[in-house]
């Protein structure tokens, strides 16, 4: 069955630092990959997408991920941190044929000043 | 563009009590999306309507669950004799999938009514 795994249920950064949230797929076939964001009291936002196009995705916010088949992961990263990147970000998956999206478990960003 | 509304935002029940959610997709949205998270987890689908037909339904949680849209604009989620299991945040999301994959199409969600169960 397809799955997403997202590693550390929470990442702590200082202001500036490198920002990197790990995604890990699980598939047999060629998948699509989503990463979006859920501010408190706020619905979920996209991000980005990656949709086969090019492995090297660049979204909203300052965000990219890279898909590396290889590895079966979507990681997603920034350069700089904002206080405003704090919130939880969550990778989905889906495949064609219209299969529902399926969300991993989320990794809350918190950003120190 | 007024954004996806769901209402209520909260709801408190009794076990066994009947509740009724609804959503307001965007205006020109022909599909609409059902989901549920529990805390600590991430959404888990559990339906969808293209227009007024609901094309996938298999993900609904229980024979509690059902979810209409009878006019191919808002939609209700209702869940009957509610459990303590059914606490959750039910979101809500619309899409017009015009000039991309429908699989890849990019859902606008809702803020959720998130519903507690006594």
């Known amino acids: 069955a397809q799955s997403v795994t997202q590693l550390g249920s929470h990442v702590s950064v200082s202001e500036g630092a490198l920002v990197l949230l790990r995604c890990n797929y699980s598939?047999?076939?060629?998948?699509?990959l989503f990463w979006y964001v859920q501010y408190p009291n706020q619905g979920l936002q996209l991000l980005l997408k990656?949709?086969?196009?090019?492995?090297l995705v660049k979204g909203i916010n300052g965000f990219e991920a890279e898909f590396k088949k290889s590895e079966t992961s979507f990681h997603l990263t920034k350069p700089s941190a904002h206080m405003s990147d704090a919130a939880e970000y969550f990778c989905?998956?889906?495949?064609?044929?219209?299969?529902?999206?399926?969300f991993g478990k989320g990794t809350r960003l918190s950003v120190i000043a | 563009d007024t954004g996806v509304s769901q209402d209520p935002r909260h709801k408190i029940t009794k076990r066994g009590q009947n509740v009724t959610f609804r959503c307001d997709p965007i205006?020109?949205?022909?599909?609409l999306y059902w989901y549920r998270q529990t805390l600590g987890q991430g959404p888990e689908f559990l339906t969808y309507?293209?227009?007024?037909?609901?094309?996938?339904k298999s993900r609904l949680l229980s024979d509690r669950f059902s979810a209409e849209r009878p006019k191919g604009s808002f939609s209700t989620l209702e869940i009957q004799r509610t459990e303590q299991g059914d606490s959750a945040m039910y979101l809500c999301?619309?899409?017009?999938?015009?000039?991309?994959?429908?699989?890849?199409?990019?859902?606008?969600f809702g803020p959720g009514t998130r519903l507690t169960v006594l």
């Open positions: 999301a619309s899409s017009f999938p015009h000039g991309q994959l429908e699989v890849t199409d990019t859902q606008y």
């Open positions: 598939s047999s076939v060629p998948p699509y």
């Open positions: 990656y949709t086969s196009a090019a492995t």
């Open positions: 989905a998956v889906t495949f064609s044929g219209n299969t529902p999206r399926v």
């Open positions: 205006s020109e949205h022909n599909r």
């Open positions: 309507f293209q227009n007024e037909a609901q094309l996938e």
